[in-house]
Nanobody, 126 residues
Framework: QVQVVESGGGLVQVGGSLRLSCTASGRTFSTFAMGWFRQAPGKAREFVAAITWSGSSTYYSDFVSGRFTISRDNAKSMVYLQMNSLKPADTAVYYC???????????????????WGRGTQVTVSS
């Protein structure tokens, strides 16, 4: 059974930084594409960033591009989301997700991920 667990959320001031971490167990980690999504109160879940199984390709939503960086360490079965220059609009529950890497398909849609963590709260105060 695949389990996905996030960590690293918290409270940070505007302009600050946080690094989220995520691990997936129950299957060889390097076979997964990994993604981060977020959901703010009263809003739909939205794509944040994703990375292919090898780490050779990364994808970002327009609203985080240049501020957030996704990376992975397959030897440690970890994926990270480095978040810099945080804004109040970044306040949300952040979810890590794992899914099969489909050739030719950008892993940016929630329905492309089969396994989800419970989420970690990120709050940016102004």
């Amino acid at each position: 059974q695949v389990q996905v667990v996030e960590s690293g959320g918290g409270l940070v001031q505007v302009g600050g930084s946080l690094r989220l971490s995520c691990t997936a167990s129950g299957r060889t980690f390097s076979t997964f594409a990994m993604g981060w999504f977020r959901q703010a109160p009263g809003k739909a879940r939205e794509f944040v960033a994703a990375i292919t199984w090898s780490g050779s390709s990364t994808y970002y939503s327009d609203f985080v591009s240049g501020r957030f960086t996704i990376s992975r360490d397959n030897a440690k079965s970890m994926v990270y989301l480095q978040m810099n220059s945080l804004k109040p609009a970044d306040t949300a529950v952040y979810y890590c997700a794992a899914g099969d890497q489909i050739p030719g398909v950008r892993p940016t849609k929630a329905d492309g991920f089969d396994y989800w963590g419970r989420g970690t709260q990120v709050t940016v105060s102004s």
